[in-house]
Structure formats: C-alpha cells, structure tokens
C-alpha cells in the first residue's frame, strides 16, 4: 500500500471523528441550554407562587429579570423569551423522574440520561400546541426521525395527528401521544386525506392525472414525507401484461417496515367501484408474480378528490386488509374544516 493511498485513508478516518466529535458537541450545547432554559422556568414558576397578586407580579417579574440579565448577558433574555422558559417548564413539568434527573445534573453526582433531544426552537412550537397527547406526538416523532424544525411545523399545519387518529379508537389514541406512529399493520401507514399542498395545485383547477402524476414525481422527497415512514420509490407507470393487454400502475412504492409493495393509483374526482377493483387486480398481480417468500401482502391505495364511504364498504370484502381509498386535498385545510376533523376523533 502506497504512503499516499494510507494517508488518504487516515485522514478520512480523522476527518469522520472529528465529524462525529462536532455533531457530539453542539448536541450537547444544545441539550445543556434546553436543561437551563427548563431550570430558569422553574425559578420564575417558583418565584411567582410568592406574589400575592400573580399575574401582576409575574409581569414586573419578567420584566426586571429580563432587564437585568440582558445587561449582564447581552441580547437572549427579553420577556417573551422568559416566558417562553416559564411555558416551557409548566408544559413539561410532568415527570418526577425528570425533576430527580435535573437534580442530578446540577449537583454533577451522576450522569443523567438525556430527557430533552430537540432543540429549543422545536420546544418553542411546541409548547404552542395546547393538547398535551398532541403535542408528545410531534415531539416523540421529531426525535424519531430527526424531523427539521420545518418538517415538524409542515407536519403539523397538515393535522398528521388529527388525521392519523381519525382512523383509531381511543387506545389508539393514547398510544399515538405515549409512542407515537408505531406500523405494524397495512391500515398503520393508511391517512384520510392525503394532504398534497406541496404540490402547488389549487383545489379547484382542472388538472390530468398525468399532471397530477408528474408534479408528485417532481417533488417527490415530501410526497414520502405525507406517505410515511418505511417508504423508498419503486416506479412509475408500471407496466404489467397479461393475455396480451397492457395496464399502468401509477406510483410503485416499497414501505420497509411492513415489508411489503405498496400501489398507488390516482383519479381525478369522484371514486368509482371499477377504480377499487382495478387495484385489486393490481394487488393480485403483485402478490402472485412479483411478491417474494419473506415478503407480506402488497398493499393499495386508490387517491382520489371525493369518495362515498359507502361505496367501499360495498365494493371491498369486510375482512379488507389490502386495498384502501383515500382523500387527496391539494391546499391545507382550514382551521374550520380542522376543527370539523377534531370534533369528529
């Protein structure tokens, strides 16, 4: 081996610690800050029991501390900031686990396991979002999948959780708050609707399917983040032939968790039953020619602009656990139809 080939290959092997050793440190400046901004609002919380009148003093509270510790510190601590602190703590003071962990690290007896992962400008949306299930939702797959602070507010704004728990009862519920998205079944990955406002096509403009097809594909990166986690892109217009006739499949998809082929067709308007039997002889395909051993059943999903529940009802088998239909919604719903979707869970 030439001294310049073991060169290059020590300093990339340098060049990846380092890396690494970087990454490591602004977490743990990140998670330190966090620790000390949950500690700061606990002593305003604690200080604020004292006033006789609370809400009047914790206003001159804020505003003295705030005044003081920008001359002490610079720029940081205006009021709002600090009630953010003060929100912070009463929004995740829950736990006495935590309480003993915090203790632990302020009197450095013992290393405590780390309890907040994010940064603080994730808690600071966070801490917006009043339903506390919700809000350990978005927290829990935050940190799951290391969603960007613009992923988790586009997240949000689409009611993932409003959507996800439209579809379960209430023990199902629970654990979307306590574990967030687990998929373990075909319906786990399923929404209702599909929320396609990347797309950048108003809800009442004339558009093909094809269209519809080729701006999914141009953005394709957040279609998988509407589908889902587990999902990696196959194909599009999937040809399949058989007795000398040709059909498409639209979008192909592979979902890793569930260990199966996921097909997606797209129709422009009203769901037809002819469009659900389509599928399943798609699915059928799928299963009898292109599923391997260790594979599960394919999986489909027809995406429509408009449904009639009954009409799936009718059309699939009652123990249904392989093809499905949704609603797509090119524009974010509003907070009207939001409330609608709540009142409904």
Not at 90 to 105: G, N, P, Q, V
Request: glycine residues 4%.
């Amino acid at each position: 081996m030439s001294e310049n080939l073991q060169n290059n290959t020590l300093f990339t092997q340098v060049v990846d610690l380092l890396q690494q050793s970087k990454q490591q440190v602004v977490r743990t400046i990140n998670q330190t800050m966090v620790y000390t901004y949950y500690e700061i609002g606990r002593m305003i919380v604690k200080e604020e029991q004292n006033g006789k009148d609370r809400a009047e003093y914790g206003k001159q509270l804020l505003k003295g501390l705030s005044k003081q510790l920008n001359n002490e510190f610079g720029k940081g601590f205006s009021v709002d900031n600090l009630e953010n602190m003060r929100r912070f703590y009463l929004s995740y003071a829950i736990s006495e686990t935590l309480s003993r962990k915090l203790d632990l690290i302020n009197n450095k007896s013992e290393t405590a396991s780390p309890i907040f992962k994010l940064s603080w400008s994730h808690y600071i949306f966070l801490i917006r979002i009043d339903d506390a299930n919700e809000r350990n939702f978005y927290q829990i797959e935050s940190g799951k999948y290391n969603w960007s602070l613009r992923k988790l507010k586009r997240q949000y704004d689409s009611a993932l959780y409003t959507r996800l728990a439209l579809s379960r009862d209430k023990e199902g519920i629970l654990k979307l708050s306590e574990k967030g998205q687990i998929i373990e079944k075909p319906k786990d990955i399923i929404k209702d609707p599909y929320i396609l406002e990347f797309l950048g096509l108003p809800e009442l403009h004339q558009y093909s399917e094809s269209e519809l097809e080729e701006e999914i594909i141009n953005k394709l990166e957040h279609f998988l983040l509407e589908l889902g986690h587990g999902f990696t892109f196959v194909a599009r217009q999937k040809r399949i032939t058989f007795d000398d006739k040709h059909f498409r499949i639209d979008l192909v998809f592979y979902n890793r968790i569930l260990k199966c082929f996921v097909l997606i067709d797209l129709k422009i308007g009203e769901l037809k039953h002819q469009d659900l039997g389509q599928m399943q002889m798609y699915v059928n395909y799928y299963d009898r020619e292109m599923r391997l051993e260790d594979e599960n059943n394919t999986i489909g999903i027809v995406l429509c602009q408009n449904k009639s529940d009954l009409v799936v009802e009718y059309t699939l088998p009652e123990n249904n656990e392989q093809i499905f239909a949704s609603k797509y919604k090119t524009v974010l719903p509003s907070k009207e139809d939001l409330l609608k979707l709540i009142e409904q869970i």
